[in-house]
């Protein structure tokens, strides 16, 4: 796949999947209104999903550059994505999407909206150990191995792995 067609495909990509599910759903829950109990948590949310939406941006474009494909199962990367966000932590588009929502809900101080990220975090967890993890496991072999043992999956290093050189 050409850097070109992975970044087609990314594009769409990131407007059928993080685009419905941090934006399309959330908002057909609240309507984009509502008013938090404290102003406070409005101002919050806002920076909450602005950075959420930072870190999408990034890991994408990093799809793009470095995998030289996509984050969809259906147009994987050919390389193993381990640059960037990817030296803190393996997961952080699934963590980028689930701050998106938890920053919308308190933009809006929607609390159904809280349910919903919990129910986001639950279904991502489980496709990553479920689906995920074994197909990057047979894609990249030992690679992915030594990523997975320096690289923490859901909770961000404090410091960036000095991540292994590529063996695929």
Same mark, same amino acid.
């Given at each position: 796949?050409?850097?070109?067609?992975?970044?087609?495909?990314?594009?769409?990509?990131?407007? &059928?999947?993080? @685009?419905?599910?941090?934006?399309?759903?959330?908002?057909?829950?609240? @309507?984009?209104? #509502?008013?938090?109990?404290?102003?406070?948590?409005?101002?919050?949310?806002?920076?909450?999903?602005?950075?959420?939406?930072?870190? &999408?941006?990034?890991?994408?474009?990093?799809?793009?550059?470095?995998?030289?494909?996509?984050?969809?199962?259906?147009?994987?990367?050919?390389?193993?994505?381990? #640059?960037?966000? =990817?030296?803190?932590?393996?997961? $952080?588009? =699934?963590?980028? /999407?689930?701050?998106?929502? &938890?920053?919308?809900?308190?933009?809006? @101080?929607?609390?159904?909206?809280? /349910?919903?990220?919990?129910?986001?975090? /639950?279904?991502?967890?489980?496709?990553?150990? &479920? =689906?995920?993890?074994?197909?990057?496991?047979?894609?990249?072999?030992?690679? =992915?191995?030594?990523?997975?043992?320096?690289?923490?999956?859901?909770?961000?290093?404090?410091?960036?792995?000095?991540?292994? $050189?590529?063996?695929?």
């Amino acid at each position: 796949m050409e850097r070109t067609a992975a970044a087609a495909g990314s594009s769409l990509f990131f407007a &059928l999947a993080p @685009g419905v599910v941090a934006g399309v759903i959330p908002w057909s829950i609240t @309507g984009w209104s #509502g008013e938090p109990d404290w102003f406070g948590w409005r101002v919050i949310g806002a920076v909450v999903t602005v950075c959420a939406a930072a870190v &999408l941006i990034h890991a994408f474009a990093r799809f793009v550059r470095e995998g030289i494909g996509t984050p969809a199962p259906v147009a994987p990367t050919q390389h193993l994505v381990v #640059g960037g966000l =990817y030296r803190w932590v393996r997961n $952080p588009m =699934y963590i980028a /999407v689930v701050s998106a929502v &938890l920053g919308q809900a308190g933009l809006f @101080g929607a609390r159904s909206l809280l /349910v919903y990220a919990g129910g986001l975090m /639950v279904l991502f967890f489980s496709f990553v150990r &479920l =689906y995920e993890e074994p197909t990057l496991r047979n894609q990249f072999g030992a690679e =992915y191995e030594a990523y997975r043992r320096a690289v923490p999956g859901w909770f961000p290093r404090a410091r960036p792995a000095r991540v292994p $050189p590529a063996t695929s």
